[in-house]
């Protein structure tokens, strides 16, 4: 499954979707919501923004021993032609379950201060839309590309700002959109770990379709990565128009950690 952007509100499926309906210079006000959520959806931990990393949450191994003298044996040995018992195995240690819920909700807190995202969404494997930007505190900055042409969003709780190639800022006619790219992290329906490591945990995490922006009353299952305590994957397929969509994100330490104020 490839890797995800969870957004709420249109997301870039739905983008996808637009652009194959309508000129793209008609596209600027249909994709300004491009509220880009998850994919976006992770971060690896080098230290960027003060973000802490969990601590491994699973261990294996030994338990350590202690020296000491060998003892006298406290039984005569076997007589010949006897055989001597089997010796007791030794002890196993078992790993505690992960609490997927748990890492998930940590990691998600984790990156509030501000990570990057770059978004993939192909559509019978051909590439439609990408997206490249940083999530610093409550706003966001990042560019969107179709077909070698980019337009340039800045997000604030103040409005919505965008910019073709070559033109100006100009602020849209409608209420700031909701540009958290892992939000429809924060509330999942059910997290299940398909696997687990000090380092990486895997899970699916089932969210509402509306956490995502798909159309219907049903659920979406993404595919999730979290390294460090950080979320650095997430994905999910559908369709666009009946045609198979996949949305990757990988998200990583931000790029540019200045606070997103509006351009104009």
Not at 93 to 111: C, E, I, Q, W
Not at 179 to 205: F, K, N, R
């Amino acid at each position: 499954m490839a890797i995800v952007v969870a957004t709420t509100g249109t997301t870039l499926v739905a983008m996808a979707r637009a652009m194959t309906d309508r000129p793209w210079a008609r596209l600027l006000k249909a994709a300004a919501p491009v509220v880009l959520g998850l994919a976006a959806l992770g971060c690896t931990d080098d230290g960027a923004s003060g973000v802490d990393s969990l601590a491994p949450l699973v261990t294996a191994g030994a338990p350590p021993s202690t020296a000491t003298a060998p003892l006298a044996p406290t039984t005569a040995p076997p007589a010949p032609g006897s055989t001597a018992p089997p010796a007791a195995a030794p002890p196993t240690t078992v790993a505690p379950p992960v609490d997927g819920a748990a890492v998930l909700s940590a990691a998600v807190a984790a990156m509030a201060p501000g990570y990057h995202y770059r978004s993939t969404v192909t559509v019978d494997g051909v590439v439609a839309v990408e997206a490249d930007g940083d999530r610093v505190g409550d706003g966001t900055r990042l560019g969107v590309t179709r077909d070698g042409t980019s337009v340039q969003y800045v997000i604030t709780p103040d409005g919505t700002w965008v910019m073709t190639d070559g033109g100006e800022w100009d602020q849209l006619d409608t209420p700031a959109a909701t540009s958290d790219p892992i939000g429809a992290l924060a509330a999942p329906m059910a997290v299940s770990v398909l696997s687990s490591s000090p380092e990486v945990i895997a899970m699916v995490v089932t969210v509402p379709n509306s956490a995502l922006g798909l159309p219907g009353d049903g659920t979406a299952d993404l595919n999730v990565t979290v390294t460090n305590g950080m979320v650095t994957a997430v994905a999910y397929r559908t369709a666009v128009d009946g045609r198979d969509a996949a949305v990757e994100t990988a998200l990583g330490p931000v790029t540019d950690p200045s606070a997103v104020v509006p351009p104009i």
